[in-house]
């Protein structure tokens, strides 16, 4: 039995923030612009804004299950079979996504500064950093969280500071990019970029002050928003589409193309480090809230020796596609179209019929 | 029950850091930095049988010197020449001959031969581009004749570092002009964009032995006009010095192709109509009519020249045809004055700043006319203007600017103000003082 685990406002957005935000250094800009052309910047603020909806229509219903993760309203809407409905639903979106991120991180090494060391052996080097975040736990993962995701931001910042000589305005027109339809059509898929969000619905019951869930959440979202929308439109200020779809990391690639002077180019050395720190928080947050959802869904006593079948699960998962592609198109086509659905719907359908079947009760308790 | 626990969390985590050293330290990619040897520039000429000839300069550090102690500076570099299909073919045979691993992280100019340009570089840029080894910011220059003769006549004379000999021959467009700013990053995405042609700068051999050869090149006056200073191309500069490696001009691109080229004094007409021109010193005739000097020879003044703020691109399409209007607002400083008229102050000074308004106007019309007919290019980036009228990309794809281009109308509009006249406030005529 773990003891108790108590986490901060400040700690939980930055599990949030790291957690949605972790994509802006694999290929979020880039797919950003395959979708909507220069206005893929103005597709994510569509979609931020979307889901800031939602989430604000999810928190008001969530209220009443204050202190009660998504799983316990799943139990509470359709008792022990929609707990491990629910339960195996968010292992499916975890399993498909964590060997996809694990995956893309050990390519990006490979292509940034491994070129020779077998794609496995960098897997299996991020596999031992996610075992021992899991093993520590949630409480340790919020704090070195809460302590590196600043410096990620800060990095961030200073990496889109620095690319200002770069930037052309004129590379955001045309305004609307591949047009309105298209942004409307591709932004629904593009809900999934928050799919982390319910990485929130799980830690609920560890909040210090459970009545806080509606703040954490919408300031993880204003500033996911932020970083992601400042970081499609800073890749379209320095590239011009459609040159934009073709860079396979267009965040390293906006670090490579600073030159401030003589003295001062090649940083993307010293951000190397700090991107790496971001994957590694990224994937052992995954894997504990892999464990931690079928340790909960199927009612086990102890979450620790999930760790090692779920690495491997992960490992195998994320080793299987034949090439860099292939692993791709897995995050594009497949988590992207489903991810949303379960992040936003499946809490929607369970809280809307918790919420129902509790009145009920109350009702009847009252007319009773 | 608790003490066994916490050994075992200790026993994981040691393993766990036990392999990420064991692994970070790499095996894999494990090479020692004297393992390498490192290209500082590298140049492509056509080979035979359609293969590239590629020549690379590769840096001798021993030569270069070990710490504050300069070495051997004309052996600083050593050149070694190869054909291959590709360039990775090349490297290949480079490297079987070499005695270290080729790298390219430290080039810092790839020079293309007007030959291959003139067939497209698409090839070569996408391999600049993906192969992770070259920089961004790598220059890119366009040699007029082979690669191979500017590399092998390149002499870091007054440099004992040949990448930064290079870094600031290439970066001397910034207090002349002549050439452009011509990072690979940059010249694929212009040529990647459809609404704008990319640039690179011109480079060649000076192949001049002797400053009694000049008057080959000065020896015709260009439009019935004194030739100027810029008036050349890089392979015609008057100039005799150790190093015969010449940056002068522009070659102008259509797409992926190299469609003619620009003389220094152009280039820095495409420099003010860019936004990108820092400081040239820059000559225009005397205003005052009449000033020949007694042995007949011209007089001139001379200004430094910078924008005052970025030129302001307007167009507008009236019956299918591109209205392009260019506002240029120079600053200047007055350097010398060759005649007796004084354009210190008052109207002397006015005279001499619509004077040279109206000389810059009319040659940056004769080059945007140039890009128009000659090249039927748009190298200044018009179409980026023209781009910000539309809201989608298909309606902005199927307008075809490329094609617009070759009809557009040019207004010039230019504007010189004068800030300061240099030492002197004002300048006395010595024939009048006697």
Redesign the interface.
Known sequence: MERKIKIGNFEAACLLLNMISSKIILDFPRTVAEDAGTAGWLMTLLVSVAVFAIFSVISKLYKKFSGQDILDVGESAFGTVGKILAGILFLVQFLLIIPVILRGFAEDIKVISLASTPVSLVMLLFCAGMVVGAYLGLETLVRIHALLVPLLAAAFTVISIMNIPNFEFSRLAPWLGRGAETILKEGVKNLSIYSELIALFFIMPFLHKKSDFAGIGRYSLFFSALFLVFSSMCYTLVYPYPATTEYFLPMYQMTRAIRLGRFFTRIESAFIVIWAFSAFLYLSSGLYFLTWIFQKTFALQKRKPLILPFTILVFTGGIIPENLYSTLQIEMELYRSVSWIITFLLPLLLLGIATIRSRNKKRKEAAE | MMSTRNNN?RT??IA??L??IM??S????AIEIDEMVYVVAMGLDRGVEGNIRMSMLLAVPIAVGVGPEPGEVDKATTMITVEAPTIFGGMNIANSMLSKQLNFSHAKLVVISSDIAQRGIERYMNTF?RF?EF???TFLGISKGPAEDFLKTSKPILEANPA?YY?LLMESWEITGFSVDSYV?DS??DM??I?SEAVAALLDVNRLEDSSEFKKILGEPINDQKTMEGDYTAESVPAIFDSKSMNMGAAVFKGDKMAGELNGRETVFYLMVTGKLQDAYFTVPDPQQGTIGEDNEAKFVSLRLNLARKPVIQVEMKENIPHITVHILLEGIILTSEGEKDYSTGEGLKQLEDFSAEYIRKDILSFMEKTRDEFNSDIC?VG??M??K???????EQFHWAEKYQNSIFDIVTKVSIRRTGMKIKQIPMSDAK
């Not at chain 2, 790499?26 to 990619?29: I, M, P, Q, V």
């Open positions: 969390a994981v985590i766990c850091i392999i990420l692994t970070t790499g095996c894999h990619d581009n992770r920089r961004p910011n930064k870094e990053k694929y995405a990647r964009s609404d980036g980026k203007k781009k910000q539309f809201l989608n990309w298909d309606d902005w």
